[in-house]
């Protein structure tokens, strides 16, 4: 085998590591390249749904204690906890802020939503929610029968829901279904769980469906074959 020559200056194969006609090995080496990391800084901007101001009606009686707040209206009285990365502050004006605490990824996320939550339980308590859902299909109606809501909608049997505390339902109409209350969170539970024993088809729109839902409707088979 033919001895090594440092001194050679032939080119190398980085794949095969041999000298042309020497048949040689010789060891390439390649310069690595430094690895870095550059931190950038990357500024959030502020929520334009956090930093607006809520209004507080002269009938809501508001408590605050550091990350707590509680609100006490004609309707009734709903409270909310605040993580530490939020504080709640009272104005002058007697309106309320929220604002951060700290600048991080999760304070920028809860800062709006926090914000609306606040809203939501100052409204609640003053005006109240509801919510309206629509019976569409032949022999969809409803009723409400002491405290259940009891509705038929094409099985053997009626469908039979207890209404929860603190709401109330409406049925107009036969077809239409009024949910309403103070706590936001518990209408759109209740309506949402209504609406999954007959959620609307596409084809025909049969189902319950909410009063502002567009269904996106299918062709069908028989379109197909014209």
Known sequence: MASLSPSL???????????GKTRGIRPCVFP?????????????????IGKQP???????????????????????????????DLKIVKEESGNLRVYKTAETKRANQMHGLFRTLTDNIIVGVSKGFDKKLQL?????????????????????HPVRMAI?????????????IIVSGYDKSAIGQFAATIKKWRPPEPY???????????????????GKKK
Do not use: W
């Open 136 to 156: 569409v299909g032949v022999g969809y109606r409803a009723a409400v029968e002491g405290n259940d809501l009891v509705m038929n909608l094409g099985f053997s």
């Open 164 to 176: 929860p505390e603190g709401l109330a339902v409406k049925v107009e109409e036969n077809t239409r």
């Open 204 to 222: 025909k729109g049969k189902g319950i469906r909410y009063m502002d839902e567009v269904v996106r409707r299918k062709e069908g088979k028989a």
């Open 54 to 84: 809520i209004e507080v009606p002269s009938n809501v009686t508001l408590t605050l204690e550091e990350q707590f707040v509680k609100a006490k209206g004609p309707l009734g009285e709903l409270s909310l906890s605040f993580p530490g």
């Open 32 to 48: 690595a390249g430094r690895v870095g990391f550059v931190r950038t800084v990357v500024e959030c901007k502020e929520s334009r």
């Open 9 to 19: 200056h032939l080119p190398c194969n980085s794949r095969t590591g041999f000298l």
